[in-house]
Structure formats: structure tokens, C-alpha cells
């Protein structure tokens, strides 16, 4: 629930195909008036490191007030910001229907639009964006690639630092040798004829980061949805455009959305309900394409037919019931629910389901994991991004749970190595996702 207001936030379409959204002057001028409501305002101070900076820039100017901050001093406050949407969702007061008219990070998406435009984002920003080409080329190459980019290769890494700024000490997600679509197509998971939501239809939109790098996210899926009934079919036509957004490249991630959603209109059609397996892509299918082509039907289309992975299996417990099978987990779990799982407005959905396990004891942590996607990677951002995740870290740890999830994979990698900087914080071995922990409780 948000703090300080009854009413649910609304979000206005991006008018990023109209000149004046990249007007500097007025980019400008809309940042202090957005600035200086959070100047008095200042609930986000512990959300990310944009606030801070952006208070200690008031602060430490000659009068104390926005008004003797330098436009070119407000950059680090746009580059802090991952995108996670935590400020909008969950603080802030003033976001639309109130009359401040507030969308923090939108705004910031915007002043990184103008410098997408100008061409000032950077070539590693760039290409790692290419999430879907990148996968393509690593799988091919699985063995070597892993090598080359595991932490510790003194060999290797410092070259990547030098050359596309990413930081030596970052744990980077490995590449599968088979994508999830090959080892979809091979698995053949049987349908439960017998389960209450037999007759149920889906496609699973796979996403680059479960198709290249994490498969058994989308296996545990296939499994679990295929003992409770559901016919599955698994595509990937494309990147959901994620790393653009954060990239500032509208137009880019407009190109994506069209792409997807044609590709997947007619398995809607054919009465598939669309399941995305990473929660920034589903947040992206859901919420921001239909901000971005809100006049575009396919996308429309999509938007109202998209689950999230565990709003999907809740959905079905809820509607038909579960089949039976579930047994226990051995031992408490501790789930982060990820900042765009939380994005979504569906409450945490992972941890309802997996509170269906029997005799389940699970602990939900709110707190931002710091990593903001390619972001956390960088050497600029790094030790913040660290610094930004020790609560999740800390709470994860607490206790020593059995089991620590998350629903965003990049979370889980970034959080493990979090969790590594705390002094005696017992290390999990891996970060999985709440779905691999439901298929382990139904003995897969
Ligand atoms: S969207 Fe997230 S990172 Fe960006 S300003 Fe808001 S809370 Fe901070
Ligand atoms: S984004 Fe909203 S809640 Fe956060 S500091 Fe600004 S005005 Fe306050």
C-alpha cells in the first residue's frame, strides 16, 4: 500500500514521439519543480542513491534551496536511478490523480530520452542492451563465454572493466549451453488431464534472461503448470526492451513491443493466456508498452492478457484449485520481493504461492536489491549498488533460512554476492526463484 494516499496511482502515456518531450529547457524546468516538491517532501531518502544525492546537492548549495543548484549539477541524481519504480509505487503522495502530478521515475526516463537522443548514452550502455543478440551469441558459446566473465579471472575480466566498464568484482549471470525453447522442445512435460485446470491454455514468453541464462526457471514452470493442467506452448520472439527503457531509448523499446506483441497475437487469439517469466518483463508487457503505444491494439492486447509466473499459479489456485501433490520444503524460505514484481500492483503473489506449500514458513523482504539490471554492473555504480542492497542482504540472511529466493533472477545473483559482504551472514549457494522451489514441493 502507498503511503499517504487512498487513491491508486495512475500513469499518463510517455508522449515520446512529440518534439517538445525533448526540449531540454523544459525538461529543465520540469525537474525543479519535481525536485523541489521532494526537497520538502524527502520520504524516498532511504529508497536509492537518487535522493540522496539530489538532497545533499540542496543541502550543500549556497542557500540551502534548489534555487542555488546548477542544472548540470542534477546528472548523478538521473544517473542514480535504476528505473525500479519504488517511488512512485510505494511513497509518494503526489503522483497523478493529485494535482503535483509527480512521476519521479518517468521524469528521470525522460531526461535519459534526451540523452539517448543526443547521442550521449555509452557504447557499453548500448550494446548491452542488445540483451537478446548478446544471449544468441553467448549460448553459441556457452563454455568459453562463462570462462571469460566468471568473477575471479584475472585474465579476462580486467580486460571487460577496461573495455565495457564492467566492474571486476560483479558476479555476472552465466549462459546455458541450451536455451530455454531447445530445452522446452525436448522436455515434452506431460499435461495432468485429471487436474482442476485441465482444459487451461498458455504461452510461456520465455525472456531473454530465463532463455539464456536461467532455463530451469521456465522448466520448473512447464512442470508445475503442466501437473496442474495447463497446456503450454514457448516462445521468444524478442527482448522485451527492459535494458532500452533504462537506456532511455524509447523508440527502441517501442520496436520491441510492436515485434512481440504481433508475434504473439495470434496464441492469444487462439485463447493462450500469456505468461512472462522474469517480473521486469512482465512489468514491461503490462504496464510500460501500453504507456509507450497506447493506441497500438496488439500491445493492448498483450497488456490484458499478460501474468506474471506466480500471479498465474495463485490465479489458478484460487479460480480451480491446485493439484494435489505439494509436499513439505524442509525448512523456512526467505523471499525478496523484487521491486518489479512489486511494480505490478499485485501484491506478492510468490509469496502467497508458495504459502500454499504445506507447513511453508516464508519471510517476504521489500527491500530494493540494488542490482537495477545492467546498472549495478558498471564501475561507477558498483559499490552503490552493494551499498543499496545490504538490507535486502541482511534480512535475506537473517536466521539462516533453508531457502532464499527471488523473483527477479538478476536480483538473486546480485543479492547472493551481497549477502557475501556481510560479515558472518551465512552465504546461500544460489539465489533461485519462488516457481523452483514450488516445483521441488511437488517432488520435480
Ligand atoms: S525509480 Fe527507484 S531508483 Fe529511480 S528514483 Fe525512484 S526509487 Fe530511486
Ligand atoms: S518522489 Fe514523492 S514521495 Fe518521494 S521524495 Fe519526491 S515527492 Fe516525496
Redesign the pocket.
Known amino acids: 500500500m502507498r503511503e499517504?494516499s487512498l487513491e491508486a496511482p495512475t500513469r499518463h502515456p510517455i508522449p515520446w514521439q512529440e518534439e517538445g518531450y525533448y526540449d531540454e529547457a523544459a525538461l529543465d524546468a520540469e525537474l525543479r519543480r519535481?525536485f523541489d516538491?521532494?526537497h520538502?517532501?524527502?520520504?524516498?531518502?532511504n529508497?536509492c542513491d537518487s535522493?540522496p544525492r539530489l538532497f545533499d546537492l540542496i543541502d550543500e548549495s549556497p542557500t540551502g534551496e534548489l534555487d542555488s543548484v546548477e542544472s548540470k549539477d542534477f546528472k548523478p541524481v538521473v544517473d542514480a536511478c535504476t528505473l525500479c519504480d519504488m517511488?512512485?509505487m510505494t511513497?509518494?503522495?503526489?503522483?497523478p490523480p493529485h494535482e503535483?502530478d509527480?512521476d519521479?521515475p518517468h521524469l528521470m526516463l525522460r531526461a535519459r530520452a534526451i540523452e539517448f537522443a543526443k547521442g550521449e548514452t555509452s557504447f557499453p550502455d548500448r550494446e548491452l542492451a542488445k540483451t537478446d543478440r548478446n544471449g544468441q551469441l553467448a549460448s553459441l558459446v556457452a563454455g568459453p563465454a562463462n570462462w571469460a566473465t566468471k568473477r575471479g579471472n584475472m585474465l579476462t575480466r580486467p580486460i571487460l572493466q577496461a573495455v565495457a566498464d564492467i566492474d571486476v568484482r560483479a558476479d555476472l549471470p552465466a549462459f546455458a549451453d541450451a536455451t530455454f525453447e531447445e530445452q522446452a522442445a525436448a522436455s515434452g512435460a506431460a499435461i495432468n488431464a485429471q487436474a482442476p485446470a485441465y482444459g487451461r491454455k498458455a504461452l510461456l514468453y520465455a525472456t531473454c534472461y530465463v532463455n539464456f541464462n536461467t532455463p530451469g526457471v521456465g522448466l520448473a514452470t512447464q512442470k508445475v503448470l503442466a501437473h496442474n493442467g495447463v497446456d503450454m506452448a514457448v516462445a521468444h520472439p524478442g527482448c522485451c526492451g527492459m535494458p532500452k527503457l533504462e537506456n532511455g531509448d524509447l523508440a527502441g523499446v517501442a520496436a520491441q513491443a510492436r515485434l512481440v506483441a504481433a508475434a504473439l497475437e495470434p496464441a492469444i487469439d487462439a485463447g493462450r493466456d500469456i505468461i512472462a517469466l522474469t517480473p521486469s518483463c512482465a512489468l514491461m508487457l503490462k504496464f510500460e508498452w501500453p504507456l509507450i503505444l497506447p493506441e497500438d491494439p496488439q500491445v493492448r492486447k498483450l497488456a490484458a492478457a499478460t501474468f506474471d509466473i506466480a500471479e498465474y499459479v495463485v490465479d489458478i489456485a484460487k479460480k480451480e484449485g491446485l493439484a494435489p501433490g505439494l509436499g513439505d520444503l524442509a525448512g523456512p524460505v526467505a523471499m525478496h520481493f523484487a521491486c518489479h514484481s512489486r511494480a505490478q500492483n499485485q501484491g506478492p503473489k510468490a509469496a502467497e504461492m508458495l504459502r500454499m506449500i504445506p507447513g511453508s514458513q516464508v519471510s517476504v523482504v521489500e527491500r530494493c536489491s540494488g542490482h537495477g539490471g545492467k546498472w549495478g554492473m558498471f564501475t561507477k555504480n558498483f559499490d552503490v549498488g552493494i551499498k543499496i542492497g545490504k538490507p535486502a542482504g541482511r534480512a535475506l540472511a537473517k536466521d539462516t533460512p533453508a531457502h532464499v529466493v527471488s523473483e527477479c533472477p538478476l536480483a538473486g545473483v546480485h543479492l547472493r554476492q551481497v549477502i557475501e559482504t556481510i560479515p558472518a551472514a551465512p552465504v546461500p549457494d544460489r539465489v533461485g526463484h519462488p516457481i523452483e522451489l514450488f516445483a521441488r514441493a511437488y517432488g520435480f
Open positions: 499517504g519535481v516538491i521532494c520538502g517532501c524527502r520520504r524516498c531518502f529508497l535522493f517511488c512512485f511513497k509518494c503522495p503526489y503522483v503535483f509527480l519521479f
